[in-house]
């Protein structure tokens, strides 16, 4: 479903550099809110960077912003945060928990996504997403299961949920960061029947999914805190893990250890494009289109099996997306404008065909 832009309020604040804007998109039939922070030196003639902020359980969009600290960077270093708020305070991490949100978060978030890339210059290679608690579980979530582009993701004492493990098979994500106090007694170091996996377990996934060698190296960043580092990973890929000694459920801070700082410089090692494992390989068989060019309607052949697709403007925005099954698929080009168009099979494989619609 497309969603649809409402109320774009932009609300300037005369007490700072950076524009706030408040806005709503209409998903699933459900009108759901955001802030958006644009830097002062924003120049819509360069594409920047784009970074999602989650909010954990029982928070909101206001109060991970206030919290993180994160609109004070990007005004520094020239990037575009998105807050995103969760229905009732919640996201839909296939939480056992009460009180968790049912709603499509994943597509929510990724029509957000869509929606602030026609809204503004954003380098479509360089999206990324965060959160702290729910908000890292749904970080997680976003880096398994969305057919978007999101290049790295970073959870802040969230880990992720047994219900969610099974879909987790991710498509454009090769850098995953956990942040994780042993102390978390909200969210156990080491799972728990509420919490979900242990920070091991979640780091286990993401080594076999992404092909990182194991045992990682670790170093001391602090007297706190150990850096372990899961590489080499298939491609560009990497694992990296903060542990924090004694931390509680929080995100850190202090001049020691500042989350933000080093989520945003491990978020700059990465672009999207990047994965590849041996389970993702470029199959010798190629995928062709025709008629093409076309008006109403594309055949694609050489496709492996059932896949999910995404249909890419000539700006690298995406249009469309959807499923084929088998080895042939009929690709609707109805409703699009004439133009050159790029399908990308999101199986993995990389393989793409450019379509002309006339």
């Known amino acids: 479903m497309t969603p649809r832009v409402l109320l774009p309020a932009l609300a300037l604040l005369a007490t700072t550099a950076t524009a706030q804007v408040n806005g709503t998109i209409w998903h699933e039939g459900l009108t759901r809110d955001h802030i958006t922070d644009v830097p002062s030196g924003y120049d819509p003639g360069t594409p920047v960077p784009l970074v999602f902020v989650m909010h954990g359980f029982t928070q909101s969009a206001s109060a991970i912003m ?12 020239g990037f575009i945060v998105a807050y995103p708020n969760g229905v009732n305070n919640g996201w839909n991490t296939n939480s056992p928990f009460p009180g968790g949100s049912t709603a499509d978060d994943v597509g929510y978030i990724g029509a957000l996504r869509d ?27 976003l880096g398994c299961e969305s057919p978007k582009c999101f ?41 728990s029947i509420f919490s979900g996996l242990g920070v091991q377990d ?14 990682p190296t670790i170093t001391p960043f602090n007297a706190t805190v ?39 410089d491990f978020f700059q090692g990465f672009t999207c494009g990047g994965i590849t494992t041996a389970m993702m390989e470029q199959p010798t068989k ?48 109805d409703g699009l404008a004439p133009g050159t168009y790029v399908v990308l099979l999101l199986d993995g494989s990389g393989r793409n065909a450019y379509l002309v619609k006339q």
């Open 226 to 264: 150990e850096q372990q580092v899961f590489t080499p990973c298939a491609g560009n890929a990497s694992v990296v893990h903060y542990k924090i000694a004694g931390g509680g459920h929080t995100w850190p801070t202090g001049a020691s250890f500042s989350a933000t700082n080093v989520v945003w």
């Open 151 to 191: 290049a790295a993701i970073a959870s802040v004492s969230g880990t992720i949920n047994t219900g969610a493990v099974g879909a987790c098979a991710p498509q454009h994500t090769p850098g995953v960061l956990q942040i994780h106090g042993t102390s978390d007694f909200i969210v156990s170091y080491n799972g």
């Open 286 to 333: 190629q995928l062709m289109a025709w008629p093409n060019p076309a008006t109403d309607a594309i055949l694609l052949e050489g496709i492996t099996g059932p896949s999910m697709y995404m249909l890419l403007d000539g700006m690298g925005r995406t249009v469309r997306s959807g499923r084929l099954n088998g080895e042939r698929g009929l690709l609707p080009l």
């Open 202 to 215: 979640v780091l286990d996934l993401w080594t076999a999914d992404l092909a990182c060698a194991t045992p």
């Open 115 to 141: 929606t602030l890339i026609t809204q503004y210059s954003i380098d479509t290679t360089r999206i990324y997403a965060c959160g702290f608690s729910a908000g890292g579980y749904m970080s997680h979530k």
């Open 66 to 77: 206030n919290a993180t600290g994160f609109n004070d960077l990007a005004e520094q270093d």
